[in-house]
C-alpha cells in the first residue's frame, strides 16, 4: 500500500485486471476459460482463500454442488449427468489436493488439480 492507503494496482491501469473464474450459472461453467466449474483456476483461489480452514472449503463447496445439482436438473431433467462426477467435480478434487504433499514445495498447476 502506498501513503494514501491504496493498493499500486488500484491506481495504476498499466496493470492488468485479470477477471475471476467464477461459475456462470445455471450452467456451472466457467465465465472465463468455458470450463466445467470450478475450472483449474478458480480450485487455486479457492485453495488459496481457505488454506487455513479445509472444513470451510468442503462445506461451501458441498453447499454450491446442491445447487448445482437443483440448476442443472432444473435445466434438463433427463441430462442432470451423473450425481457422482459432480459430486467429485466439486468434492474430490480438495481431498485429493490434500492427501497430496509435492516434494519440491511448487506451486501446483491448474491442470494438477
Same mark, same amino acid.
Given at each position: ?71 442443472? $436438473? *432444473?435445466?434438463?431433467?433427463?441430462? @442432470? +449427468? /451423473?450425481?457422482?462426477?459432480?459430486? %467429485? ?7 485429493? $489436493? *490434500?492427501?497430496?504433499?509435492?516434494? @519440491? +514445495? /511448487?506451486?501446483?498447476?491448474?491442470? %494438477?488439480?
Amino acid at each position: 500500500m502506498n501513503g494514501d492507503g491504496v493498493r499500486p494496482a488500484e491506481t495504476d491501469r498499466s496493470v492488468p485486471m485479470l477477471p475471476d473464474h467464477l461459475p456462470l450459472r445455471p450452467l456451472w461453467l466457467c465465465r472465463v476459460c468455458g470450463q466445467p466449474w470450478p475450472c483449474g483456476r478458480a480450485k487455486l483461489a479457492l485453495l488459496a482463500s481457505y488454506h487455513d480452514s479445509q472444513i470451510n472449503l468442503l462445506l461451501y463447496l458441498s453447499g454450491l454442488l446442491h445447487e448445482a445439482i437443483d440448476d442443472l $436438473h *432444473r435445466l434438463n431433467p433427463s441430462t @442432470t +449427468g /451423473n450425481i457422482r462426477d459432480l459430486f %467429485d467435480r466439486f468434492l474430490g478434487w480438495p481431498t485429493r $489436493h *490434500r492427501n497430496r504433499h509435492p516434494p @519440491t +514445495g /511448487n506451486p501446483q498447476t491448474p491442470e %494438477d488439480l
